[in-house]
């Protein structure tokens, strides 16, 4: 066995407990899954005192309907989400999400409220001990320089989740307990912030416990894909999520946010500059290039940030185009 | 237990024998398994969560023991390579990884059978595609994967023959 370091474990039976505990205890770091957080112990990135595993509350682990849509537990595994057949039928691009995070052992026990709590990402951060140790560290993790941009005092480590863009075309709200056992609503697009090194605006004790997708914007047509190197198993290089509604042959609404191309999964500003207007050659070529132009990735993965750039405004263009038909 | 205390009591079964044991809280389930209990069948491959050799069955689905704590195996069924074989004789999948060739250097082995009987078990009846989607959490360095697809169908088409053979 390789560097584990000491922890305790605490598996609450209750949000609340969990909560609490987790702003109570020193160095302490929720864990679902693990299938993030797990690997990250694994490499000394993190080296918590104690985990919080959130696994044992049965509270945030199921699909709810009722007149304002669809209630996601945060617990449900990403599995539950994309075979769920409400969730496959009036929000698609969310279960295509789903289905395309890592593999499918990952998919039956990684959870909902992990991927979108996921660490950002970088070639230089996602690496063993010895490999980090040996470069010195980086901005992210105990270095002084990033080695994406060593001018700066700035982490670009990528947002790589795959469920968030296809939960924001849907204007996606969670709710989060905090330690003083309030809950609160929020719009999902406030979890995130532009910062590679601190991109959620969780604070200690904050547990996500639910996600939800409004009723007003079921059934709207909607896909995700992904472009990443190994077809089987791979984080996104870049990610697009579309959301279409099409009336009379022209653009009634649409929505379209990305993830692996920014710290955070971002909503394309601007999109909605084709509303009242046919999609054709033009109008697509338009789209695309807009989001080439908010997409900002770095040198944080073994592909090249150009290419993830283009590939990013093609799988947008391309999205939008099937689901006009 | 106190707080300094970092151990759990884990009450489990693993091969369908009850167990209970006081593990450290950063004990991993493949730790468990191998070193605790000895069964060293499950295979670790890499360091967390990118080749599947490790996947055993909790609770019937497949999962990392490599990405698993002992401790949150708390009340559940845990199955390994180990437990398939019935009085010596080899499953459906042992018997069509042997058949058709699908083991090589041998060391995705296990963990692709545990992910086999995982996705069997749910889908009795799985496309070519089904397969290459349900091991798809699972690398092979040396088959090419064809022989792997190969050993899957023929588990598949036995465990149907002994089916409608029990039937009849
Ligand atoms: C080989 C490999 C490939 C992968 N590929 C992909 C991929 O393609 N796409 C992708 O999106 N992910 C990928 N992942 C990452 C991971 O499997 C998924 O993102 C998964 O959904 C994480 O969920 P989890 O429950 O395992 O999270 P954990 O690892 O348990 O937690 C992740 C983070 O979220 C926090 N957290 C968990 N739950 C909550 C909560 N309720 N409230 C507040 N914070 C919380 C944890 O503290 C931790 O910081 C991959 C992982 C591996 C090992
Ligand atoms: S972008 Fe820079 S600071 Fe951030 S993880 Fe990569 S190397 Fe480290
Ligand atoms: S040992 Fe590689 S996935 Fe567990
Ligand atoms: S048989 Fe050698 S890795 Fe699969």
């Known amino acids: 066995m390789e560097f584990m370091p000491d922890f305790k474990l605490h598996r609450p039976a209750t949000a609340a407990e969990a909560a609490k505990l987790r702003a109570d205890t020193e160095d302490a770091l929720f864990v679902a899954g693990g299938t993030d957080m797990l690997v990250n112990v694994r490499r000394g990135i993190e080296q918590p005192k104690a985990l919080i595993d959130v696994t044992a509350i049965d509270d945030i682990k199921s699909i709810a309907e009722d007149e304002d849509g669809l209630h996601i537990g945060a617990g449900v595994t990403l599995r539950d989400l994309a075979t769920n057949e409400l969730v496959q039928r009036d929000y698609p691009a969310v279960a295509q999400a789903a289905r395309a995070v890592a593999g499918p052992t990952h998919q039956d026990y990684g959870t909902v409220g992990g991927n979108l709590c996921l660490d950002t990402r970088c070639l230089f951060y996602n690496q063993s001990e010895w490999w980090r140790q040996s470069n010195d560290y980086c901005l992210k993790e105990r270095g002084e320089i990033c080695h994406v941009a060593p001018g700066g005092k700035r982490c670009f480590a990528a947002f790589s989740g795959d469920v968030a863009p296809a939960m924001l075309v849907y204007d996606a709200e969670i709710d989060i307990l905090g330690a003083n056992g309030e809950l609160r609503r929020q719009p999902l697009t406030e979890l995130y912030r532009n910062d590679g090194l601190n991109h959620l605006t969780l604070e200690p004790g904050d547990l996500v416990t639910a996600v939800h997708l409004p009723k007003s914007l079921a059934e709207q047509p909607s896909a995700y894909e992904k472009a990443r190197i190994r077809g089987s198993i791979d984080f996104p290089l870049a990610g697009a999520a579309v959301r279409l509604v099409m009336d009379g042959g022209k653009v009634a609404n649409i929505k379209i946010a990305l993830t692996g191309v920014n710290p955070y999964p971002q909503v394309v500003k601007g999109a909605d500059t084709a509303i009242g207007k046919p999609l054709d050659e033009d109008a697509l070529d338009a789209l695309r290039e807009n989001v080439r132009k908010q997409a900002k990735p770095m040198r944080t993965t073994t592909v090249a940030p150009w290419y993830r750039r283009r590939v990013v405004g093609a799988l947008a263009r391309r999205l939008t185009a099937q689901l006009a038909g | ?168």
């Open chain 2, 1 to 168: 237990m106190t707080d300094t205390d970092h151990r759990t009591i884990v009450s489990c079964s693993v091969n369908g024998r009850r167990r209970d044991d006081v593990v450290p809280d950063n004990m991993l389930l493949v730790d468990y398994l191998r070193e605790h209990i000895g069964l060293t069948g499950t295979k670790i491959g890499c360091d967390g969560g990118e080749c599947g050799c490790c996947t055993v069955l909790v609770d019937g689905r497949p999962r990392h023991a490599c990405l698993t704590l002992a401790a949150v195996c708390n009340g559940t069924d845990i199955e390994t390579i180990e437990a398939l074989d019935r009085s010596g004789r080899l499953n459906a999948l042992q018997r069509g990884f042997n058949e058709k060739l699908g083991a090589q250097c041998g060391f995705c082995t296990p963990g692709m059978i545990m992910a086999a009987e995982g996705l069997l078990r749910d889908n009795p009846d799985p496309t070519e595609d089904d397969i290459r989607q349900g091991l798809a959490a699972n690398i092979c360095r040396c088959t090419g994967y064809v022989k792997i697809i190969e050993a899957v169908q023929f588990a598949a088409a036995e465990l149907k023959n002994e089916k409608t053979g029990a039937a009849a």
